[in-house]
């Protein structure tokens, strides 16, 4: 009895002890975790600060944030006078005085008040006061060395959002912007997919609504998935858009899907199952159904849409607005205040499609004005694109209220694509050393008149320097073919999502145009466009074709690739690598071949990844890469170099509008004395041939 009395106590334990685990587990199942590292930063001075940046998202319901400092302190930092304090959105939360050691990273962890924070963009400042001598005498002031005074602050450094997030609402305005949240990318959670026996069509209706959400992914370390809808692929997944005509809908998902009319239009309805959210973008109309994939690839459009469907027909209006590419362009809209002693610093994003570069004679002129009691012996004005100085000014009292610089930007910058301009102000105070750091004292405000005048030019080598051209040019999609193997793995579907997820962050418009075709495809199809290959020799047609014009040509069984003139490769090694390969098409003067191509899908897949994030894009120049499991990556240039630029004076001439317009003018002033000079000798030999 007494065995049996004790068994039965120790079952009762065990079941209690079960549900107490199982109520902690339901407890915490709720709490999500984002997780914002630093930058490494390296600061110096005695008054001296950093900004670090992060994100909470509308539907997220914070519960902490905590931040966590790895630092280091120049050693000679004198701990009773010296104090670093973290602010959120402008208010200081935490003050402590930082303790001198030897050796070694220096850690602190402390709370944000969760009432500080804000939905959207948030700013944590750092601010360090440092002092590394004390003085001989009391109420004595003395000049501070800077060099000595330093602060390092570790990536390792980070902000933690502790947070459960809102459930998603019945509103395609809602699902975006949980498909495009921070913990959803994170966390894998979310999906593009099309059916498994999917067409041209439904591709690409699918390839410009995942370009529309990549460039509103916040995140560069994550794509989002494009793949084939099915049980495997959908599980974990909470917010998923599937692009499909509807006759290949999937049984469970055809009879939820509002069916009325959809010849004559297309529809995208928000469809709620047990564990997920679909977005159903769907047709029986094929056109239709690539109009309402242009519509998803609309984030503006996307953002207004509050009811849980919408009908696309012919009149829809889904185009987002031209790129002006040659413009003057306002860095600000209202003008900005930078408040504080000595560096202080704006920049400023300005967006440029890939194959543009700056030409000559783009200008950039600032206007700005400043506080009176500077040290005006000492204080300037710095500008930098891309963190390359372009020109500085000193500031005077004589122009406080109203200043102005107009600078060039250098030709040998060599800037294309999205570019950064800085204006970097000193602004230093005279006894600085004497003088309580009250922070609103000495200002800066750049005016809302500052302005960039822009000219371009078009960059048209076949490089992957110039990448993403040719496949997008002025920011639209450039007439691309892309021809796919018939059988497609996961590997291939990993391989889209890698291309089309940096295409689709470069790419400023939803207006281009993308064609899907099997490798049975025919040269008149491809001809006169951009044509993406990607699969192996064996199974697509195209790479088989080529293969006489690539780089790296497959041996003659089409299971390795051979030595060339620039890198030996072992016929065991030529199995397994993968590579990218930009070559002239052969189907079109002018257009250009992207081959993505390995002996077997998983190294094409390998070699996708270096054009699928800008973290690894840097990697690879040239017009030939290759890539193996180990992470080696070797690139190089087969075409060889012109001396000459590929647009000549008079191209230059024709683009610049204030050039021709002068040469215009001169030449028609040259052309009135020429006509002046003739009528003056004609009339002066009628004088002389009366005369005689």
């Not at 601010?127 to 003395?142: D, F, K």
């Not at 529809?267 to 159903?280: C, E, F, M, P």
């Not at 469907?309 to 031209?322: A, I, Q, R, S, Y």
């Not at 069984?557 to 590579?579: C, H, L, P, Q, W």
């Amino acid at each position: 009895m007494v065995g049996l009395a004790v068994m039965f106590t120790m079952i009762i334990l065990q079941l209690i002890s079960g549900i107490s685990a199982s109520a902690e587990e339901l407890a915490t199942a709720g709490t999500k975790h984002y997780q914002t590292n630093f930058t490494e930063t390296s600061l110096s001075g005695r008054d001296t600060y950093m900004e670090q940046f992060f994100q909470v998202e509308s539907y997220w319901q914070e519960e902490s944030v905590e931040v966590h400092l790895d630092y280091a302190i120049s050693q000679l930092t004198q701990n009773e006078r010296s104090s670093i304090t973290l602010s959120i959105n402008g208010t200081p939360f935490h003050s402590f005085r930082p303790v001198a050691q030897e050796t070694g990273k220096q850690q602190l962890s402390v709370q944000i008040p969760v009432e500080l924070i804000v939905k959207g963009v948030n700013t944590l400042m750092v601010q360090g006061h440092l002092e590394s001598t004390a003085p001989l005498v009391a109420n004595v002031c003395l000049p501070t060395e800077t060099r000595e005074n330093w602060l390092q602050i570790a990536k390792s450094s980070r902000v933690a959002v502790n947070y459960s997030a809102e459930p998603i609402q019945n509103s395609i305005r809602d699902f975006n912007q949980h498909f495009i949240g921070l913990g959803t990318i994170k966390d894998a959670q979310n999906a593009i997919a099309v059916p498994k026996a999917n067409m041209a069509a439904e591709l690409e209706a699918a390839t410009y609504a995942l370009s529309g959400f990549a460039k509103a992914n916040p995140t560069t370390e994550k794509p989002i998935p494009l793949v084939e809808y099915n049980s495997d692929n959908m599980k974990g997944k909470q917010a998923v858009v599937l692009v499909s005509l509807f006759e290949n809908l999937p049984e469970e998902i055809k009879p939820l899907v509002q069916s009325d009319n959809l010849e004559n239009k297309a529809t995208l309805q928000l469809i709620k199952q047990a564990d997920r959210s679909v977005l159903v973008i769907t047709s029986r109309n094929a056109d239709l159904l690539v109009k309402a994939g242009r519509l998803a690839a609309n984030q503006t459009l996307l953002n207004q849409i509050d009811a849980d469907h919408k009908d696309v027909d012919n009149t829809t209006e889904v185009d987002t607005p031209t790129v002006n590419i040659s413009r003057n362009l306002t860095l600000t809209e209202t003008g900005d205040k930078l408040v504080g002693d000595r560096h202080r610093e704006k920049s400023y994003f300005i967006s440029l499609p890939g194959n543009r570069s700056i030409a000559d004679a783009s200008k950039l002129n600032i206007k700005f004005r400043y506080a009176r009691n500077l040290d005006f012996d000492r204080s300037m004005v710095t500008v930098l694109i891309n963190d390359t100085p372009i020109g500085s000014k000193r500031l005077s009292t004589e122009l406080a209220d109203g200043d102005h610089m107009e600078f060039t930007i250098p030709k040998t910058l060599n800037i294309s694509g999205n570019f950064t301009v800085k204006v970097a102000f000193d602004l230093e105070l005279k006894n600085a050393w004497c003088i309580e750091n009250q922070g609103q004292m000495p200002w800066a405000f750049i005016d809302k008149d500052t302005m960039l005048q822009l000219n371009t030019k078009d960059r048209a080598d076949l490089l992957f320097n110039n990448y993403p051209y040719p496949f997008l040019r002025d920011g639209s999609y450039n007439k691309v073919a892309v021809v796919l193997p018939k059988e497609r793995d996961g590997y291939i579907y990993q391989t889209l999502t890698n291309l089309f997820n940096l295409l689709g962050r470069y790419a400023q418009t939803n207006t281009g145009e993308i064609q899907f075709y099997q490798d049975n495809v025919s040269a008149q199809q491809l001809k006169d466009r951009e044509v993406i290959a990607i699969g192996s020799y064996q199974d697509n047609q195209v790479i088989r074709d080529t293969n006489k014009n690539l780089y790296f040509r497959y041996d003659a069984s089409g299971r390795g690739f051979v030595s060339n003139e620039k890198m030996s490769i072992d016929a065991s090694y030529g199995t397994r690598i993968g590579t990218l390969q930009l070559i002239d098409s052969p189907y079109g003067n002018g257009f250009g071949l992207l081959a993505v191509t390995g002996s077997e899908s998983k190294y094409t897949y390998l070699a996708s990844k270096l054009i699928g994030s800008e973290g690894t894009l840097w990697k690879v120049f040239g017009d030939g890469a290759v890539t193996d499991i180990d992470g080696n990556i070797k690139a190089f240039r087969f075409k060889k170099e012109t001396t000459a630029e590929s647009n000549n004076v008079l191209n230059q001439v024709i683009e610049r509008r204030d050039v021709l317009g002068f040469m215009i003018a001169s030449m028609l002033i040259v052309l009135l004395v020429l006509l002046s000079l003739i009528l003056m000798i004609r009339k002066y030999n009628k004088k002389r041939g009366g005369r005689r």
